[in-house]
C-alpha cells in the first residue's frame, strides 16, 4: 500500500524558511512515471499548486510563479522521501501543507496525498 | 491566474442527482483534456475521484461521472448518498507557465 507520510514543525517565524519532508512507501521518488508535488491550502488562497519534482533520466523541478523565487523542492534519493523548503515567510504562507503524487508525471492529476501539516507562520 | 469558477454549494436528497460545474478559460479547461476532480471530507486530505475529464480510479464508485464541453467541465454524482456530503474540487492543467489551477470548491449538502 502506497503511502506519504508528512513531517516537520508546525509553527514558523515570519521571514524564517518553512522546511517539510515527505516520506514514500511503497513506491519510489525515483519513479519513471510519477512526479511528486507539493500542494497547500487555506481559506483566504483554497487549493494552491506550489511546485513538484520528478526523475525522467535527470532530475526535474517545476514551481508555481506565486512563490518560484522563494521555494525549492529537493528528492532525498538515499531516504526515499523529498522535501518542500520555503524562504521569507509570511502570515499568508499560513496553511496546511500536502504533498501529493502524480500518478503520471504530465497527467497533472494527484491519485495519493499526505495527511497534510498545519504550519502557522507567526512570531 | 484566477481559479477556476465552481459554484459555492449545491445540495439534494438522497437518492437524487447533483451536477457541479467548473468553468475556466481556453487556457486551461477548454485547451486541455486534463481535468481532475477531488473530494474533500472535512479535516481530510482532498482524494481523486476523476482524472483526465472522465476517468474513475480504481475503487471510486460508478456513482461518480464526469464530462467537458468547452471551457466547462462537470461532476454528476447519482443516487446521493450522506456519505457524499463533503467539498468538492475541480483542477485542470493550465499550461507551461501557470502548470496547475484549481477550482474554488464546492459544498455540497446531502439534505
Known amino acids: 500500500q502506497v503511502q506519504l507520510q508528512q513531517s516537520g514543525p508546525g509553527l514558523v517565524k515570519p521571514s524564517q524558511t518553512l522546511s517539510l519532508t515527505c516520506a514514500i512507501s511503497?513506491?519510489?521518488?525515483?519513479?519513471?512515471?510519477?512526479?511528486w508535488n507539493w500542494i497547500r491550502q487555506s481559506p483566504s488562497r483554497g487549493l494552491e499548486w506550489l511546485g513538484r519534482t520528478y526523475y525522467k533520466s535527470k532530475w526535474y523541478n517545476d514551481y508555481a510563479v506565486s512563490v518560484k523565487s522563494r521555494i525549492t523542492i529537493t528528492p532525498d534519493t538515499s531516504r526515499n522521501q523529498f522535501s518542500l523548503q520555503l524562504n521569507s515567510v509570511a502570515p499568508e504562507d499560513t496553511a496546511v501543507y500536502y504533498c501529493?503524487?502524480?500518478?503520471?508525471?504530465?497527467?497533472?492529476?494527484?491519485?495519493?496525498w499526505g495527511r497534510g501539516t498545519l504550519v502557522t507562520v507567526s512570531s | 491566474q484566477s481559479a477556476l469558477t465552481q459554484p459555492a454549494s449545491v445540495s439534494g436528497s438522497p437518492g437524487q442527482s447533483i451536477t457541479i460545474s467548473c468553468t475556466g478559460t481556453?487556457?486551461?479547461?477548454?485547451?486541455?483534456?486534463?481535468v481532475s476532480w477531488y473530494q474533500q471530507h472535512p479535516g481530510k486530505a482532498p482524494k481523486l475521484i476523476i482524472f483526465?475529464?472522465?476517468k474513475r480510479p480504481s475503487g471510486v464508485s460508478n456513482r461518480f461521472s464526469a464530462s467537458k464541453s468547452g471551457n466547462t467541465a462537470s461532476l454528476t454524482i447519482s443516487g446521493l448518498q450522506a456519505e457524499d456530503e463533503a467539498d468538492y474540487y475541480c483542477c485542470s492543467y493550465a499550461g507551461t507557465r501557470t502548470y496547475v489551477k484549481f477550482g474554488g470548491g464546492t459544498k455540497l449538502t446531502v439534505l
Open positions: 483526465e475529464v472522465s
Open positions: 501529493a503524487r502524480e500518478g503520471v508525471a504530465g497527467h497533472w492529476y494527484f491519485d495519493l
Open positions: 511503497g513506491d519510489s521518488v525515483f519513479s519513471n512515471s510519477a512526479a
Open positions: 481556453s487556457s486551461d479547461v477548454g485547451n486541455y483534456d486534463l
